[in-house]
């Protein structure tokens, strides 16, 4: 089995739908150190380190919110997030290059599956964008913000180039599929 992550504009595929459709899919460049060092923590139960999205080293035993990405709406530090950053993607990276925050409303993270279709197994992580900046923006890069221990500390744990223009008041949804494949 192989597992493999997607990033894609996320559609309902029927009206209230919690199913969804992605368009415009590009391969994850995908799971930078972070999530490795999340995960050894996680299945080892033995306290690891893992850089923070402020660059600083933690070293903390396993908790049980680690891999958590319900961020509400208006958090910027967890769950799908976007920015304009063009460099390209390297193991070290532990935070978006240029994230988006000032006037990009960030709706609350939504969760789809697992959905079951031939041979793949998948989960979405769907999150709304809305641009209020007074202009057109064009996202150039995608990251998932993972919960690293309790509410202190996140952890990017992907970060994907992904092109995408919004125009002003406009809202895009993206979806961070993970799906594996027998």
Request: proline share 2%; hydrophobic share 40%; charged share 15%.
């Amino acid at each position: 089995m192989n597992i493999k992550t997607y990033i894609g504009e996320a559609y309902a595929k029927e009206p209230g739908s919690n199913l969804y459709t992605l368009k415009n899919i590009v391969e994850a460049h995908s799971l930078v150190r972070q999530f490795i060092d999340l995960l050894a923590r996680q299945v080892s139960q033995v306290a690891k380190i893992a850089v923070d999205i402020s660059g600083v080293d933690r070293s903390y035993t396993p908790y049980a919110t680690t891999f958590g990405l319900n961020a509400m709406s208006g958090i910027t530090i967890l769950g799908l997030v976007v920015g304009t950053g063009t460099d390209a993607v390297t193991m070290s990276d532990y935070k978006l290059q240029s994230q988006l925050t000032t006037n990009l409303a960030h709706a609350q993270v939504a969760f789809s599956g697992p959905t079951l279709s031939g041979s793949t197994v998948y989960i979405d992580i769907i999150r709304t964008f809305t641009n209020n900046t007074g202009a057109g923006i064009t996202i150039r890069e995608v990251g998932l913000y993972a919960n690293g221990y309790g509410v202190a500390y996140n952890h990017m744990i992907d970060r994907t180039l992904y092109e995408l223009a919004i125009g002003n008041t406009e809202a895009k949804t993206l979806a961070y599929r993970i799906a594996i494949t027998a």
